[in-house]
């Protein structure tokens, strides 16, 4: 069984950043693809962004395209995403997520695609 455990959401002006992990336990976590989704008030849950096992692959939703990066330290059994140029519409709760029997290259941003979910940290954005 993995667990992941996210932190550092906040409150933070527009235009401000910040920058958010999940840290892995229980198994191996390069045997595991990542993603990051978030949910606004009101709305579904959408992926924002996903890293591949061993990072070779990322992607990024639309919205948040060269505003945020998403990378891993699998040593650590850490993932980041860090997120800049933040405005009212990026607030919500930030859900790190993990994907099992993946390929190296392999990344997802289905959230019925994932087989774990951390608990999720609440990100506002407000002035």
């Known amino acids: 069984q993995l667990q992941l455990v996210e932190s550092g959401g906040a409150l933070v002006q527009p235009g401000g950043s910040l920058k958010l992990s999940c840290a892995a336990s229980g198994f191996t976590v390069d045997f595991y693809a990542i993603a990051w989704f978030r949910q606004a008030p009101g709305k579904e849950r959408e992926g924002i962004s996903c890293?591949?096992?061993?990072?070779?692959?990322?992607n990024y939703a639309d919205s948040v395209k060269g505003r945020f990066t998403i990378y891993r330290d699998n040593a650590k059994k850490l993932a980041f995403l860090e997120m800049h140029s933040l405005t009212p519409e990026d607030t919500g709760i930030y859900y790190c997520?993990?994907?099992?029997?993946?390929?190296?290259?392999?990344?997802?941003?289905?959230?019925?695609?994932?087989?774990?979910w951390g608990q999720g940290t609440q990100v506002t954005v407000s002035s």
């Open positions: 997520a993990a994907r099992d029997r993946v390929t190296f290259g392999e990344c997802f941003s289905d959230a019925h695609e994932a087989d774990y």
């Open positions: 890293i591949s096992r061993r990072g070779v692959t990322v």
